[in-house]
């Protein structure tokens, strides 16, 4: 398990005021969970991963989550709203820790929302934020709640990348090639900068190619910061992939109108939280990593996997593992 915080020493402050987080997706694969709980307050543990969104924000500076909402998924922003009567119940019965928790979410940022009011993509849930942001904002991040980067502070990096660079930068995994039809990929160069040596210059994107057709095998991680430009670009880009508006077209728009786009390439790890299968392994790291829960998963987990093995190994006839 890689330690969700980066580096607290390294970390500098992006410029970036506002993070828009996209939270208006039906959690199809989910359902029937997400009939009524949106899949953005599904817990990693305790915490919904919105919050941890909503604190990798904050800790990179920002002071606005613009969230992203459908109609009927109301529930994502009660979330970040305070709940006196539980508070006043919780302290009450002398649980401070967990009132402390309760709040957290309230304090951690301001969250402004805006409703995407028919499914029409990521380019469009980015595109209906725009109202929020404060004219002299020249540029805004994007952060994918489906998507945990660890270790966090990824963002930090993007800032210093486009302090030095300007232009929009994104995060970037290196994916084994079977694996980036799922994503946006980068058609990259090296960048020779000193200094710069996790940061390569994107010549072009495209979103979710066959793995014969794909540029690259460095895959987009959920993490954008953008010059506000991307907004004029996603005006005018047409339906792309499935036949809704992808930041991706919006990003190869701007590459191809000459302004600067790098990725950093994340020595790290990302958890998906946008599918069962994802959810599940980052419920097992953070359930390993928290002291309460850590000691007795891992005794299950060792015990579980040991029983398996062995019941394979019985039912093996070459005895293999026995
Ligand atoms: C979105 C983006 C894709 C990106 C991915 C990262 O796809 O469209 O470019 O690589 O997030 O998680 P989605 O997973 O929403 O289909």
Do not use: W
């Amino acid at each position: 398990m890689i330690s969700p915080d980066a580096d607290p020493s390294k970390a500098t402050r992006t410029s970036v005021r506002t993070v828009i987080v996209p939270a208006a997706g039906m959690g199809t694969r989910f359902l029937p969970a997400t009939k009524t709980v949106p899949k953005e307050l599904l817990p990693v543990v305790d915490t919904p991963g919105i919050e941890m969104i909503a604190e990798e924000a904050a800790a990179a500076g920002a002071t606005r989550l613009a969230v992203v909402t459908a109609p009927h998924k109301e529930g994502v922003l009660g979330h970040f709203r305070p709940r006196p009567d539980l508070e006043e119940t919780l302290r009450e019965r002398g649980k401070d820790a967990i009132a402390d928790k309760v709040n957290r979410a309230c304090e951690v940022i301001t969250v402004a929302p805006v409703v995407q009011e028919r499914p029409l993509g990521l380019g469009h849930a980015v595109l209906v934020a725009e109202e929020l942001l404060d004219a002299d904002e020249d540029a805004v991040a994007v952060m994918l709640p489906d998507d945990l980067v660890l270790p966090r502070g990824v963002m930090d990096r993007m800032a210093e990348v486009r302090a030095r660079f300007g232009g929009s930068v994104l995060c970037a995994l290196e994916l084994p090639r079977e694996e980036v039809s799922s994503y946006g990929v980068f058609d990259i160069a090296d960048c020779a900068e000193e200094g710069f040596a996790d940061v390569k210059r994107v010549r072009g994107m495209v979103e979710k190619p066959e793995p014969a057709e794909a540029p690259s095998n460095f895959a987009a991680v959920g993490r954008y910061l953008l010059d506000r430009a991307v907004f004029d670009a996603l005006r005018a880009i047409p339906r792309g992939k499935g036949g809704e508006y992808q930041l991706t077209d919006a990003i190869e728009a701007l590459i191809e109108d000459g302004h600067p786009v790098h990725v950093v390439v994340h020595d790290g790890f990302r958890h998906d939280l946008g599918n069962p299968g994802g959810f599940i392994r980052a419920c097992v790291d953070f359930g390993l990593a928290a002291p309460e829960y850590g000691p007795g998963l891992r005794r299950y987990l060792q015990a579980r996997l040991a029983e398996d093995d062995t019941a394979a190994a019985r039912d093996d006839g070459s005895g293999r593992g026995a």
